[in-house]
C-alpha cells in the first residue's frame, strides 16, 4: 500500500514532472498572450499612425506593451512554466526573428533602388569604418573609465565587447517618422542602408571579440584583425557563392522553366529556402549568418527575382512583407517584456551613466537608436563573460536601449520637422522608395 501511494505522489497534478497536461496548457497560455499583445500592437500601431501621432511610434508602443505586461506579470508572480515561454533567447532571436527582418530588403521588393546604391559609398564608409571606430572609442572610453575609477571595470577585450554590441542601432522607429514626414530620399537611403551593415559589422566585432578573449588573451592587434576578416569575408563569400552556384535559384528560375504556371509553388519555396541555407550554412561554419544571408539577398534581388513570374514576385513580396512585420513587432514586445522580467544589476551606476556619455559620439547617432541587436548581444554576454561583468553589461544596454526609444525619438522628430532637408521635387518617386522600403519598419 505504501508503494501506491509513492506512485500516486509521483503523478500528482501538483507534481509538474508527473503532469505535461499542466506543462501544455501553460505553453498554451503563455503563447496566447503573445498573440494577443500582437494584436493589441499591431491595432495600437495603426491607429498612432491613422492620428499621426508620432510621439509614440510602432516600435516604442510594442516596446511599452511587453514593459507593461512583463512588469504585471512580475509583481503578479506568475508560474514560472509560463514565464518560460516569454524569456529572450538569443539563439530564438538570432535564427529566427533576424534572417526575415534582414533579408526583406533586399528581395527585389524596390521597384526603384537607385537611392540605396547611389549611396552606397557613403553607407559603406558609415556601416563599416564609422562602426569600427564607433566601438574601438566606446571601449576605449569605458575601459579609461573603469582606470580611473570612474566607473565599473572590465578588461579592455571586454570594453571591446560592449563597444562592439552597444554600437548594433536600430533605426525602425526613426525609418518610420522619415516616411511619414516625407524626408529626403538621400538621408532615408543612408539611415536605412547603414542599419543593416551596421548589424553586421557590430555581430562580427562582438564575435571577434568573444573569440580573442575565449582563445588567449596575448593576441596582438594583427592577429584581432585577421579574425575579423576571416569572418567578415568568409560570411561574404558564403552568401555570394551560395547564389554564384550553378544550382542556384537564378539558374533554376532562368533554365529550367520553373516559371511557368503548375511550378509556381516550386518556384516561391526554393526563392525562400535559399537565403535561409546562406544563413545556416555560415553559422554552421562559424561565421556571421547576417553578413551571409546580408549579400545573398542583394545578390539574389539582381539576379533572382527578375527570374521571377510575376504572380511569385507579387507573393514573395507579400510573403516578406508578412513575416518580416510579425518578427520585428514580435522582438520589441518579446525585449519589452524580458527587461521588466529579467535581473538587472544597478550596482554600478557608474557605468550605466558613462557608457550612455561614451556612445553619444555618433554621426548618425540620432538616427539610430539601440534595440534588439544590442539587446540580444547583451543578453548573450551574460552568458559569454564571467563574475557578473556581463549582467552589467546588459543591465547597462538595457538602459540604453529605453532611454533612446523613448527620449530621444523627441529630438529626432523636432530635428525632422524643423531642420531644413532638402524635399525631392519628384514626390512619386519618394513614395515609391518609402513605399518599398518602409515595409520593412
Known amino acids: 500500500m505504501g508503494m501506491e501511494e509513492v506512485e500516486l505522489l509521483q503523478i500528482s497534478p501538483s507534481d509538474p514532472r508527473g503532469s505535461p497536461g499542466k506543462e501544455q496548457q501553460a505553453a498554451g497560455v503563455g503563447i496566447l498572450l503573445q498573440i494577443m499583445m500582437l494584436v493589441l500592437s499591431f491595432v495600437l500601431g495603426h ?25 504585471l506579470a512580475n509583481i503578479s508572480d506568475t508560474e514560472t512554466n509560463i514565464r518560460t515561454w516569454f524569456n529572450f533567447h538569443e539563439e530564438f532571436f538570432f535564427l529566427f526573428l533576424l534572417p526575415p527582418i534582414i ?6 521588393l524596390c521597384q526603384d533602388s537607385k537611392p540605396f546604391f547611389s549611396n552606397f559609398g557613403a553607407i559603406v564608409t558609415f556601416a563599416i569604418l564609422g562602426t569600427f571606430i564607433a566601438s574601438v572609442v566606446t571601449g576605449v572610453l569605458v575601459y579609461l573609465g573603469g582606470l580611473t575609477y570612474v566607473m565599473y571595470r572590465l578588461p579592455f577585450v571586454e570594453c571591446l565587447m560592449f563597444g562592439a554590441l552597444i554600437s548594433a542601432t536600430d533605426p525602425v522607429t526613426v525609418l518610420s517618422i522619415f516616411q511619414e514626414l516625407g524626408t529626403d530620399m538621400n538621408l532615408y537611403a543612408l539611415v536605412f542602408g547603414e542599419s543593416v551593415l551596421n548589424d553586421a559589422m557590430a555581430i562580427s566585432l562582438y564575435r571577434t571579440m568573444s573569440l580573442v578573449r575565449s582563445h588567449s588573451s596575448g593576441q596582438n592587434f594583427i592577429v584581432v584583425v585577421v579574425r575579423f576578416l576571416e569572418t567578415f569575408v568568409g560570411s561574404l563569400s558564403a552568401g555570394v557563392g551560395n547564389v554564384s552556384d550553378p544550382l542556384t535559384p537564378q539558374n533554376l528560375f532562368k533554365y529550367a522553366g520553373l516559371d511557368i504556371d503548375n511550378l509556381q509553388n516550386l518556384e516561391c519555396c526554393l526563392f525562400v529556402l535559399f537565403p535561409y541555407f546562406s544563413y545556416m550554412l555560415a553559422e554552421g561554419l562559424g561565421l556571421s549568418g547576417i553578413v551571409s544571408i546580408l549579400f545573398t539577398g542583394i545578390v539574389m534581388k539582381h539576379y533572382t527575382f527578375s527570374n521571377l513570374s510575376d504572380n511569385s514576385q ?13 518578427a520585428e513587432t514580435f522582438i520589441f514586445i518579446y525585449m519589452g517584456f524580458d527587461i521588466a522580467m529579467e535581473q538587472h544589476s544597478w550596482s554600478h551606476v557608474g557605468f550605466i551613466f558613462f557608457s550612455i556619455v561614451s556612445f553619444s559620439h555618433y ?3 540620432l538616427q539610430g537608436l539601440r534595440g534588439a541587436m544590442a539587446f540580444a548581444l547583451a543578453l548573450q554576454s551574460v552568458h559569454d563573460l564571467p563574475e557578473g561583468h556581463g549582467q552589467t553589461i546588459f543591465t547597462a544596454t538595457t538602459a540604453i536601449v529605453v532611454l533612446t526609444f523613448f527620449l530621444e525619438l523627441d529630438v529626432v522628430l523636432k530635428l525632422d520637422m524643423y531642420f531644413p532637408y532638402k524635399r525631392d521635387l519628384d514626390i512619386r518617386a519618394s513614395e515609391e522608395l518609402w513605399k518599398c522600403n518602409a515595409h520593412h519598419v
Open 363 to 365: 554621426s548618425l547617432e
Open 103 to 108: 533579408l526583406y530588403p533586399y528581395t527585389g
Open 47 to 71: 491607429v498612432l499612425r491613422r492620428h499621426r501621432f508620432y510621439y509614440l511610434p510602432e516600435a516604442s508602443a510594442s516596446l511599452l506593451i511587453g514593459l507593461i505586461v512583463g512588469g
Open 314 to 326: 507579387r507573393f514573395v513580396s507579400a510573403f516578406f512583407h508578412l513575416i518580416s512585420s510579425l
